[in-house]
Each structure stands twice: as C-alpha cells, then as structure tokens.
C-alpha cells in the first residue's frame, strides 16, 4: 500500500483502550504512512506515524510525548484515519557517511534522540519521503534519521546579506510572517526553489529566504560535518530525574556525587570514558552513567543566553514567534532571553526553545535564586548562568511559602529563628520566609520530598508544597548547601518563588523517563506503562 492519499490537517476522535504496551517490534511488512496527532483518553498527545499494514494483526509506530514504539492495530479506533504520499516504501541497507547522525523518534531535528550512529554504521531503511527523512529500524529501534546521514554531498543555500529575514509564506507585504533572520555565509538545507524564493529547511521549520540574499550551492559530506560542528554543540539530555552527577566516574563510590539532575536538563558533552559521559555540570566536570544520557545537537545560538526574565503575568508560549501556541506560562516562570525579535523575545526555559511577548516580562537582577517550589529544587543563577543548585523543602500545606518576585533584605549568621531554634545562616527574602539550615531535617527528608514531587510534577499533578516534612513557610536547606547559597549572593538580589509549568511535563513520557533504566528494554518499557495506567 504505497502512495495513498493523506490529509495532514486531519484531527479525529482515535482513542486508545487503556492497558496498552509499547514494543519494539520491528516492521517487516510493507508500510502504510501517517503523520497523525490525537490523544490518548486522559488527555496526553500521541502522534501516529505509519503502520505495518492495515489488519489487527498489524502495528502502528507511535509517540507519547518523549516516549516511542508499536501499537497494535487491534487496540486503535482507525475511524478517519487518512494514508499519508509522504513516504515511499524502500527497504534497503544504507551506510552512515557523516561523523554522528541522530535517529529521532519524530521527522524533526527538535526531536528525541533515540540513538547516535557513526560513521561505517549500517542501518536498514523502512521508507523515505520527500523532504528528506528516512524510517529506518534495527533489532534496538525504530527512528527517523535525515538524509545529511548519507551523503557524500549535499545542496544547501547559502546566505549572501546581514539581518536576512527568514520567512513562514513567500511574501514580502507582511512582517508578520518572519520568523528569524540569517547572516552572511549562513548556510541551510535546500529543499526547492519556488519563483524568486529558496524553500529552506530552517531550524527545523519549512522557510523562505529571497534568492536577491541567497544562492544554492553544492557542498561535500566533509564540509556539512564542518558546518555541524560550528553551528551546534553536542548535549548530554537527562533520562530520568534526581539522577547523580560525580567527581569521578565510579558508581559504588557514595561520596563522589557533586550534583544531580532530571530530565528538564541539557549539559554540554565534554569527553566519553568507556560507559561514562564527561559534562560541563555548572561550570565544573561532572560524570554521568550512559543509561541516563540522550545524546542531542543543540544550536549554539540556543545556548548564549543574553538576560534573565521572569513573566509578569500569565503569558502564551509560542514554538515559533507568534505562531504555533505550545502552552501557557504561569506568572513568575523564569526564562533566559536568547535574542529579542521586534515584539517577542526567543527564550529558553531548561531544555526548551520558543517565544514570549517581551511586553509580559521583566528583568532579574545579575545575581538571582530560583526557587521552584512543585519540584523542591533551588537554582542560583550568576551572569546568565546557573551556578548552584540543591534540593529544599518548603512550606507546608497551611503554611504554603508565598509566590512571587521578592529582594534579598539581609543575611545573618547565627540567627534566633524562634525561642528554642538556632539557625547557623539565614537568608531573608520576604517577611518572616527566608532560606535557612535545618537540623531537625535528615538528609533523607531532602531526597524523599525530593522523589515525591518528582514522580507528582512528571503526572501532572505537582503542588506548591512538599508532600510532608513541611517548613512554615521558610526555605529549608542541608548546611552545606545553605553555606555555597549565602556565599553567592547578597542583599538586594532577587529571588523568585514560583510554580512548575506544563511546558515541562512531557505528558506520559515524564513517568516513564522517570521510571525506566534503559531506553531499549521492551520489558522496562512495558512496566513503566502498566505503571502509568494505574496513575493516570
């Protein structure tokens, strides 16, 4: 079944029965193609994007947020589902002729990367459609991966002016449909040349650039790979939450953990040591084990972060300036301005790039805390950066620490918190809340609030107080980290309280990233499901 009409823009009613398990299985038949959005009962996105023919005995290849494998037919409502021309059906084994090439769980380079080939690695094709992006599958995935993977040479439009406007339509009459701008020498994927207009693969989008400020040009594998590396860094992405950072890359050791991270974070890939990756952890080196690490190309642009905002009010988050609307950030959310585009700033909030209307956000001070009260993590961030971050405990439920954007009034050392209470710092911020070591807290309280409000944030479900061990309403932090805190920053910097957002919450995949050990278990994957099932 090759080539059969499909609608794109077509949404229907596709429910899943609940119970179901992902798998790997591999495709052997032949292929009918989808590019699919729908939701699960409970609300979450899937995209379906084709199937192993059209029987119940057949599967369907499928994403749940981050999460991706096969479905079986017989467990989908195929009611208005529409076969998509895109893909031809190919089955052929090709070679990886660049130095790294991602497989993504979706047709897009802001995609999860499910895995990283090299150069010499064979893949085996399933299909490739016409803008350049193959299905490919071996016994560990399932993935699309784009034709830069194969080329010995590749057309590309380069950049001939400064301040090009790159564009959504082919049109000049409006300004609002640029979506960014390239330089001189700038270079990007050709996909067609309509009238006076180069049709260009730019960051993802489909765009347009004026041939008047561009050319095409033929360039060589080994001049693309040149041009990957400048353009992009190579980011360690987090698999899972509260997951260690070390000094050094042993895993029985218990004293060498300097850090931990979830699966909001990128850092950047420093080395590889056998089953070990090298990050860049806050300014300082930091080990993390394979089995919590997707490797991604991130834009440098992406990463120079200018200033740090937080927004005013509840504010429209956009994946593209103005267009394309992902979520709505809660007031107080902080995010780090990329570069500002006429009304919008081009943000970045952890591992998430879009836009927000400048109008809606104000500045922080040089020096900041961050205090997100659904997850229980203080971040300090210094010159645009993150510098500093620990786990806390907050306010209980009666007691609830205040949101808001609050100032630094003093720093004491040997604070009377109360008649019979003694504190070694403390750090106010707000009346009587302040951040402040707590003895009475054990270690263990930090990491089991900790464990508790991610498992609520990734469901969806967080709240602005931990689930017990609750402060009145102060910050409480183990000594040590109360000590680097009171060190960094000063009276008069702000500190920002606020609430977790779903921008942030990968639908079902955050539980199972959450949950899983390795990528590529079938057994892992379905257990993570069942799991979710009895939650959601």
């Known amino acids: 079944m090759k080539n059969l009409k499909f609608n794109k823009k077509k949404i229907a009613s596709l429910f899943l029965a609940m119970g179901i398990s992902l798998t790997s299985y591999k495709a052997n038949s032949e292929i009918v193609s989808y590019n699919y959005k729908t939701t699960l009962k409970s609300g979450q996105e899937i995209t379906v994007y084709f199937t192993t023919g059209n029987t119940e005995n057949d599967y369907a290849y499928v994403t749940l947020g981050e999460q991706v494998g096969y479905l079986p037919l017989k467990e989908i409502n195929m009611n208005n589902m529409y076969a998509n021309n895109d893909y031809n059906e190919i089955h052929e084994e ?43 599958s071996s016994n560990n995935y399932t993935g699309f991966i784009n034709e830069f993977a194969f080329l010995t040479q590749k057309k590309m439009v380069q950049i001939t002016g400064n301040n090009v406007n790159i564009r959504l339509t082919p049109t000049t009459n409006t300004s609002e449909n640029i979506i960014g701008s390239a330089n001189n020498d700038d270079l990007f994927t050709f996909i067609n040349h309509d009238d006076k207009w180069y049709v260009i693969d730019y960051y993802g989008y489909k765009a347009y650039v004026s041939d008047s400020y561009s050319r095409e040009i033929e360039i060589t594998n080994k001049e693309i790979n040149n041009i990957q590396d400048n353009n992009k860094i190579l980011m360690a992405k987090i698999l899972g939450n509260n997951v260690n950072i070390r000094e050094t890359p042993d895993m029985k050791d218990k004293t060498n953990i300097i850090g931990f991270a979830d699966q909001t974070d990128y850092f950047p890939i420093i080395d590889k040591e056998n089953d070990w990756y090298v990050i860049d952890y806050l300014g300082n080196y930091g080990y993390i084990y394979y089995k919590y690490v997707s490797e991604k190309e ?131 911020f707000h009346g009587d809340e302040g951040f402040h070591d707590a003895y009475w807290q054990q270690d263990i309280y930090f990491e089991e609030v900790a464990k508790k409000a991610y498992e609520l944030f990734a469901l969806g479900k967080a709240t602005t107080y931990p689930s017990k061990y609750g402060s009145h309403g102060c910050g409480n932090l183990k000594k040590a980290d109360v000590d680097t805190i009171y060190d960094i920053i000063k009276i008069g910097d702000n500190v920002v309280v606020m609430q977790p957002n779903d921008l942030l919450i990968y639908n079902i995949s955050s539980m199972l990233d959450l949950l899983r050990t390795n990528a590529n278990s079938d057994n892992i994957i379905k257990k993570d499901l069942t799991k979710v099932k009895k939650l959601v």
Not at 94 to 108: F, K
Not at 341 to 346: A, L, N, T
Request: with cysteine; charged share 25%.
């Open 298 to 428: 991130v834009n440098k642009e992406d990463l120079n972060i200018q200033k740090m905002v937080y927004v005013t009010c509840d504010t429209e988050f956009y994946s593209d300036r103005g267009n394309n609307y992902v979520t709505t950030l809660p007031m107080y959310q902080v995010a780090g301005v990329i570069k500002e585009e006429k009304d919008f700033y081009k943000v970045r909030i952890d591992g998430v790039v879009g836009y927000i209307n400048k109008k809606n956000t104000k500045g922080l001070t040089n020096t900041f805390v961050e205090a997100d009260l659904g997850r229980q993590i203080i971040k300090v961030f210094k010159n645009n950066k993150e510098v500093f971050r620990a786990h806390m405990i907050s306010g209980r439920k009666e007691m609830q620490t205040d949101l808001g954007v609050f100032k630094i009034g003093h720093k004491l050392r040997n604070y009377q918190l109360t008649p019979e209470i003694n504190v070694a710092k403390w750090i106010q």
């Open 94 to 136: 090709l070679t990886i002729n660049c130095d790294i090439a991602n497989v993504y769980n979706m047709p897009d380079v802001n995609g999860l990367t499910k895995i990283s080939l090299h150069k010499g690695d064979k893949v085996s094709v399933i299909a490739k459609n016409n803008n350049g992006w193959y299905i490919v």
